[in-house]
């Protein structure tokens, strides 16, 4: 069988993004042979460094190498000051959008393990509009200043986003059938809004999520669906309840937020962002400057990425591999990083990993 070259993008951005990609480099040179997998790396830059030197934190080169040459990519994370600054805008935000990378996957799953409350479920986060269509203005009234953002909700992105939620929970299913140990007994999504309260907006993501998973194909995909604020409650109470969670953009990333602390630590949580036949691998997480030049950050959400954008790649195999090396180092539980309770080094935990692929 001739090799299949995959030619990935890396953008480490900023903080610890500069310490875990190179990890994720690391272990898809790594994979076995057998696999039939080569890989050819495009050093692309993004950020706040970036933007200190170039004035522009996502250079068009960036986006037009991902465009014409790669196959995929890996995304480290972004410092992204919280006041405005003339010019900047967050890089990942802006490329979700220029490469119309509608879902932002985001699996999150508990150790195996005594005493280990199981949590294996997919947060699928719409990803291109929501408030982050960053439409905002300030203005002047006489009782002081007034801001305002627009929440921009599309049938279009809401009955994509709810389709590829029901694929995913379909696939899930196919593989607990394969003999697969799961917490789940059929295939779940469940819808999550506002629409109590915002009733055009999250009320058209609601009524469209429901009709794109009332199609034929989706007829085995339970669904249901949970207010935001309840969601959370039910999210930290009863978390082995859900099996694949479809939310707008900023639902999602809160919830995916709250869910990693549900498992032990952002650095295990990955996500992919997904369009027509490209991924960007992306830990969940932030630049963590509280801890960046330390080499104590987890790769392990990195890792994790790898596997997931190869999986969007249709090279689950290999996404297999990285998958159970990691979590052979995550139950034996010897090596881990600080953020886990461990005094590892980002270092020693890829070694472990590395040689455990
Ligand atoms: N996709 C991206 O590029 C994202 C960028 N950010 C940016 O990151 C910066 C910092 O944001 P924060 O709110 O502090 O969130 P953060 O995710 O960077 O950090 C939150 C907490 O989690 C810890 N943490 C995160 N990743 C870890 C890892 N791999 N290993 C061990 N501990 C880890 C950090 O040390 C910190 O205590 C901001 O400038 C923000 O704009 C935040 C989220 C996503
Ligand atoms: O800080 C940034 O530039 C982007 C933060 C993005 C983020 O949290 C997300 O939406 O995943």
Request: charged share 25%; aromatic share 6%.
């Amino acid at each position: 069988m001739a090799a299949r070259t995959l030619k990935i993008g890396l953008i480490p951005g900023d903080g610890i993004g500069k310490e875990v990609i190179p990890a994720g480099k690391r272990i898809l040179e790594a994979l076995p042979a057998s696999l039939g997998l080569k890989f050819e790396f495009i050093d692309l830059k993004a950020g706040w460094e970036t933007f200190q030197e170039t004035g522009n934190a996502l250079p068009e080169e960036t986006v037009s190498i991902l465009k014409s040459e790669c196959d995929g990519a890996l995304f480290g994370a972004v410092s992204s000051p919280t006041t405005a600054v003339k010019g900047y805008s967050s890089p990942i935000v802006a490329l979700r959008k220029k490469l119309d990378l509608y879902a932002n996957v985001r699996p999150v799953k508990s150790v195996r393990g005594p005493g280990v409350k199981p949590i294996d479920m997919v947060i699928v986060r719409e990803n291109t509009e929501d408030l982050y269509v960053k439409e905002e203005k300030t203005y002047d009234t006489p009782e002081g200043k007034v801001a305002e953002a627009i929440k921009r909700i599309s049938q279009r992105a809401s009955s994509r986003i709810a389709t590829i939620a029901g694929e995913i929970a379909l696939r899930r299913q196919k593989i607990r059938e394969g003999g697969s140990p799961s917490i789940h007994k059929g295939p779940l999504v469940t819808v999550t809004h506002k629409s109590n309260v915002l009733s055009q907006t999250d009320g058209l993501f609601r009524v469209t999520a429901r009709e794109a998973l009332a199609a034929g194909r989706f007829t085995s995909v339970a669904v249901e669906e949970q207010i935001v604020d309840s969601m959370v409650y039910k999210l930290f109470r009863q978390p082995e309840a859900y099996d694949v969670i479809v939310a707008p953009n900023l639902y999602g990333d809160i919830l995916s937020d709250g869910a990693a602390a549900l498992v032990g630590s952002l650095g295990l949580v990955p996500s992919a962002n997904v369009g027509e036949g490209f991924a960007i691998g992306e830990p969940c997480h932030g630049s963590a400057p509280d801890i960046q030049g330390q080499g104590i950050a987890n790769p392990i959400a990195t890792l994790r990425s790898a596997a997931l954008m190869l999986e969007f790649l249709n090279e689950e195999a290999a996404a297999a591999k990285i998958y159970e090396a990691v979590d052979a180092n995550l139950e034996e539980g010897k090596l881990l990083n600080p953020d886990l309770g461990g005094k590892a080094k980002t270092e020693e935990v890829v070694q472990d990993i590395l040689r455990r692929l």
